[in-house]
T-cell receptor, first 117, second 109 residues
């Protein structure tokens, strides 16, 4: 049981380049989330999904797109990277529907450190 | 939106000391989690505690939902307890987490 995994772990982009971050979970969770963490701050929600084929905006969605084509995967895309998107990106999942595990506890991946120059 | 405030922002202690970290939130919630972010950046789940009291070894947590606060207690601190402790509350149906700014704990040997 790997939990929540993220690829890649590190990435350097030039301004204007695009990339996709992949998140995978093997806990059969319904909900998945993408957060970003800037230095000295808590995490802020970018986008989230409450089920396969659904996505919704969080607190800081501008400049990002997401897709959830399979229940276990949640993709975060940057179409045209900007220096302001330099950050650490965390994926999380939650909501196990199977009793007796019914819970909204979120579990986080190890993060992706992205630098945009 | 909901506000989450943690105190103190920084705490420096000697090994073996006890500490209490506080989290205040501005609205009703039905999900609250405490995390430890270690020096390598990894977020470790400590407690899922929408209400009541839980204990796990040297750590315990209490959430008083009606008064909108939660406390994290660390006893007999060890250097490996160093890092940033975050409180986060879940809102609305999807339980999106809103994080506080964190408490940076430094345990000196």
């Amino acid at each position: 049981n790997a939990g929540v995994t993220q690829t890649p772990k590190f990435r350097v982009l030039k301004t204007g380049q695009s990339m996709t971050l992949l998140c995978a979970q093997d806990m059969n969770h319904e909900y998945m989330y993408w957060y970003r963490q800037d230095p000295g701050m808590g995490l802020r929600l970018i986008h989230y999904s409450v089920g396969e084929g659904t996505t919704a905006k969080g607190e800081v969605p501008d400049g990002y797109n997401v897709s959830r084509l399979k229940k276990q995967n949640f993709l975060l895309g940057l179409e045209s990277a900007a220096p302001s998107q330099t950050s650490v990106y965390f994926c999380a999942s939650s909501y196990d529907l199977q009793p007796p595990n019914l819970s909204y506890e979120q579990y986080f991946g190890p993060g992706t450190r992205l630098t945009v120059t | 939106g909901i506000q989450v405030e943690q105190s103190p922002p920084d705490l420096i202690l000697q090994e073996g000391a006890n500490s209490t970290l506080r989290c205040n939130f501005s609205d009703s919630v039905n999900n609250l989690q405490w995390f430890h972010q270690n020096p390598w950046g990894q977020l470790i789940n400590l407690f899922y505690i929408p209400s009541g009291t839980k204990q796990n070894g040297r750590l315990s947590a209490t959430t008083v939902a009606t008064e909108r606060y939660s406390l994290l207690y660390i006893s007999s601190s060890q250097t490996t307890d160093s890092g940033v402790y975050f409180c986060a509350v879940g809102i609305q149906g999807a339980q999106k987490l809103v994080f506080g700014q964190g408490t940076r704990l430094t345990i000196n040997p």
